[in-house]
């Protein structure tokens, strides 16, 4: 009853072209100190105006750190400042749908950090949402557009390992105990009512499909087991899953949050008629091309603020210089696959 009434009361606002975009940043937390939150004032016609946290010292000491006017202790104050044109959120998965609708309902683009939302089926609410008002939200999946995956997509783009066969995500690390032997409240990581289940597999597992979906098209079916393999917490910590592609191409991935040291692994594996090629997600090691050619090894460096080019992106996307293609529609994806994998439906 309530999404009815919303249905026939709710009139669009049709999104305006910005010849300066005016940020208001929901969130100040470490993703923001270095990865994304100097990109913002750097980019042509992009500016950090307001900032806000729960935590009205912390919003303060960010703001008077990073030279910010304005900040806010409250959400809502922070979307409704006249100030403000376009919302970065930097909080949790859980509160990613909250604040989105509320910023497209005020007029105002979202961007936001990665998963789109704790569930698939919040992600289709941000949608709606979005269809409705016409305003635009756009995700942090930032690895599409650096460098080093560039030059990744480029070498398998244009045939130098042939035809795809399959690809392989394979990734293990040691328990990080920091997060659950301190005494205090575990990380929100950890914490299935706001990570959206899965523990450290939502928040990172969510970059390695999406790239995969952005070079290979949408996966259209994922089959998945979580298993909690050592008990340090309540959520699952060791994952196996595979998953096809809508063009038949088929894939495999193993995740393992509490290996031994021995057994550390970030790595990629495409695999196709003519050669191979390896690459790391996080750890960003050298990219390795088997061919007839013999095995090389590629080093390409990213900029120091990692979402330099897709906050760029998005900010010519609101003046209307480019179209971005990261949007919450083609990030909604990564969430049903995930959501598969965790047999969440």
């Not at 597999?201 to 790239?211: E, R, S």
């Not at 089959?223 to 595979?242: I, P, R, S």
Request: aromatic content about 12%; charged content about 25%.
């Amino acid at each position: 009853m309530q999404l009815l009434r919303f249905l026939f009361t709710y009139r669009p606002t049709k999104m305006h072209y910005l010849d300066t975009v005016k940020w208001g940043f929901i969130g100040c937390g470490e993703v923001t100190e270095k990865k994304s939150g100097p990109a913002f004032g750097k980019i042509e016609g992009s500016q950090v105006v307001a900032v806000m946290s729960r935590d009205e010292q912390k919003a303060k000491s960010y703001a008077e750190r990073h030279n910010i006017k304005k900040y806010y202790s409250d959400a809502q104050s922070l979307v409704n400042d006249p100030d403000v044109n376009a919302i970065y959120i930097a909080t949790p998965p859980s509160s990613h749908a909250t604040f989105a609708i509320m910023a497209m309902k005020a007029g105002k683009p979202a961007y936001i950090e990665k998963p789109l939302s704790a569930s698939y089926e919040e992600c289709l609410r941000v949608n709606r949402i979005s269809e409705l008002t016409g305003i635009p939200c756009f995700v942090a999946f930032y690895r599409r557009y650096l460098p080093y995956f560039e030059r990744v997509k480029q070498i398998v783009m244009n045939g130098e390992i042939g035809k795809v066969l399959t690809v392989q995500i394979r990734f293990a690390v040691p328990p990080r105990e920091l997060d659950y032997k301190s005494g205090k409240e575990l990380p929100w990581r950890l914490q299935p009512e706001v990570a959206g289940g899965g523990g450290y597999f939502y928040d990172l597992a969510a970059h390695q499909i999406d790239l995969l979906q952005y070079w290979f098209g949408p996966i259209i079916e994922a089959k998945g087991f979580g298993q909690n393999m050592m008990g340090l917490y309540k959520v699952e910590d060791t994952f196996n899953a595979c998953f096809r592609f809508a063009d038949g191409l088929t894939g495999s991935a193993s995740w393992c949050f509490v290996a031994h040291e021995s057994a550390r692994r970030d790595r990629i594996s495409i695999v196709g008629t003519r050669g191979k090629i390896v690459f790391s997600v996080f750890d960003y090691e050298p990219i390795v091309l088997d061919t007839e050619r013999g095995q090389e090894k590629i080093e390409v460096p990213n900029p120091p603020h990692v979402q330099m080019g897709l906050i760029e992106k998005v900010v010519q996307h609101l003046q209307g210089k480019q179209t971005c293609d990261c949007d919450s529609v083609s990030a909604t994806a990564t969430n049903w696959v995930m959501d598969k994998i965790l047999g969440k439906f």
